[in-house]
């Protein structure tokens, strides 16, 4: 009876493993990463999406900010993950980003920072979803 019982674990072993390694393997292969940096000084900016990472997207995000301002000073403002992210700024410099699953929700939330950080006439530079 053991001998049957772990015949049949074994067998039952092959079949579904293998379905729930694919399935965990699908869901990672969806994601979709993406990023703003923005240099304080210069107010450049880069973005980044539809990265397998959030390491691999933030590196690429601060890269093309530094390739344009070349201030040494490009620092991740946000990062999303299957989601939409924006950055919003205002004249005067302030700026505000957010994340939400639509982009006008992003958008929104994204002005509204702006306007906590003393912007005036926040407005939407650039809205990103991923994946895109």
Known sequence: MVRKFCGSLA?????????????????????????????R???DKGYAWN???????????ISQCESLSGAGDC?????????????SEASNGAAGTAWSANAGAAEEKADEVCRDYGGRNCSTVRTICTPD
């Open 75 to 87: 620092r991740i403002l946000i990062w999303v993950r299957n989601a939409c992210m924006s950055i």
């Open 11 to 39: 067998i039952a072993a092959t079949v579904v493993l293998p379905l729930v390694l694919s399935g965990g393997m699908d869901a990672y292969a969806q994601n979709s990463f993406g990023a703003i940096a923005r240099s």
């Open 51 to 61: 990265y397998s990472s959030r390491a691999a997207a933030e590196r690429s995000a």
């Open 41 to 43: 000084s210069t107010q």
